[in-house]
C-alpha cells in the first residue's frame, strides 16, 4: 500500500512523526542527520521534514532475512564514522 493517495502531495513527516514511524527516538534521528548516516530530509524554511518514502527507502536498506544475509545495504549506527564527513561545528 502506498504511503500517499493518488492526487494528493507527497505527506512530509517533521523530525518527531518520522522518529516514530521509524520506531527510533527524535534524538536518535537527529544524530543521524548530524553525521549523515539517516534516511534523505529537507529544510522548509527552517523546518526539517522527511517524506515518507524517503524514510521507508532507508529502513529497506537494512532489510535481511538472517544474519548471515549481507542484504542490500547497511545502515549504520548514528555516530561518527571514518568514511563519512563529520560536523566540524563541534555538534
Request: aromatic share 6%; glycine share 12%.
Amino acid at each position: 500500500m502506498s504511503a500517499t493517495q493518488p492526487g494528493l502531495p507527497p505527506r512530509f513527516l517533521r523530525t518527531p512523526e518520522a522518529a516514530r514511524f521509524l520506531g527510533l527516538s527524535g534524538r536518535t534521528l537527529e544524530k543521524h542527520r548530524t553525521y549523515g548516516t539517516g534516511p534523505a530530509y529537507r529544510k522548509l524554511g527552517g523546518r526539517v521534514v522527511y517524506s515518507v518514502e524517503d524514510l521507508q527507502a532507508w529502513a529497506n536498506r537494512g532489510a535481511k532475512i538472517s544474519t548471515s544475509d549481507p542484504g542490500v545495504g547497511t545502515i549504520l549506527p548514528a555516530k561518527p564514522h571514518a568514511n563519512r564527513p563529520s560536523s566540524s561545528n563541534g555538534r
